[in-house]
């Protein structure tokens, strides 16, 4: 793709935000297949995990007795696909009682108002 | 303007159908361009062509069918959230070997590229849910 091609493929700004907990609904694994799909597309992705979607990162899930798939660790395959700029909300996280050392990875935590101020600069806000 | 919806909840157990159908026809009405609906989660379900309601309430999933044959708007539903409900088209129904398809007229099944693109092709992408 040449510097003047006006042509090629466009680049939009994807947030997919969670909100819900990682089992009890389907919610945040569809999600995150959405999110994948974003990333495969090549769009510019963020994702959010705020109010219950915090707990979809808390190290320790064990969903042997459940039959459910523990999908916690696909989250990590987000890089991959070239999505690496997750969000965890601060007041979800000091509301559930978490810390950053209970997440299972590495994410940037940011307080609601920050947070607010990045999905303005959103063209495409996923909410699932 | 160019809208895109995505519904995420099924007929009747959610108002979010009936809301995101009425803004689709409203926005219509008012000059837009509804450049895509994408059904996902539990919303792949008003695409099921065996829905029965009674008579006396709206026919939620003949209101989508007759928004795409009447307004030409493209109504997707996720292949993957389909799948895993039993929504399935003629050529789904062969090559998963089972016995029936449901997909309701004007409805038709694709992968979530289609939401992506709609996302970039839309001004605006408006989602309905719970």
């Known amino acids: 793709m040449s510097k003047g091609d006006q042509t090629g493929p466009q680049i939009r700004r994807f947030m997919c935000v969670n909100r819900r907990a990682p089992y009890g609904t389907s919610y945040a694994l569809e999600g995150l297949e959405a999110t994948l799909a974003a990333g495969a597309f090549n769009q510019d992705v963020s994702v959010v995990f705020m109010d219950d979607g915090v707990f979809a990162l808390q190290r320790g899930q064990d969903t ?53 101020m990045l999905m303005e600069q959103q063209h495409v806000l996923l909410n699932f | 303007m160019k809208f895109s919806l995505l519904v995420n909840e099924g007929p009747y157990q959610h108002q979010a159908s009936d809301t995101a159908w ?63 409900r039993g929504i399935v088209d003629a050529a789904a129904a062969r090559r ?8 309701a007229p004007g409805f038709r099944i694709s992968g979530l590229g289609q939401l992506v693109q709609m996302g970039v092709e839309s001004d605006r992408l408006l989602v309905f849910g719970d």
Not at chain 1, 84 to 112: C, P
Not at chain 2, 96 to 103: E, S
Request: aromatic residues 6%; glycine residues 6%.
């Open chain 1, 64 to 116: 042997s007795s459940t039959g459910l798939k523990d999908f916690s660790r696909t989250w990590g395959a987000l890089e991959s696909c070239g999505v690496e700029k997750l969000y965890v909300e601060r007041e979800s996280l000091e509301q559930r009682g978490l810390s950053a050392q209970d997440l299972i990875m590495t994410v940037r935590i940011i307080d609601a108002q920050a947070l607010g």
């Open chain 2, 22 to 84: 009425h803004f689709a026809r409203a926005a219509i009405e008012a000059g837009h361009e509804i450049t895509r609906v994408f059904f996902y989660h539990d919303g792949v379900h008003n695409g099921s062509r065996l829905s029965s309601p009674p008579t006396d309430d709206r026919n939620v999933v003949v209101r989508w069918s007759e928004l795409a044959s009447t307004h030409e708007v493209d109504l997707v539903i996720c292949v993957a959230a389909a799948e895993r």
């Open chain 2, 96 to 103: 998963l070997h089972k016995d029936a398809d449901n997909l």
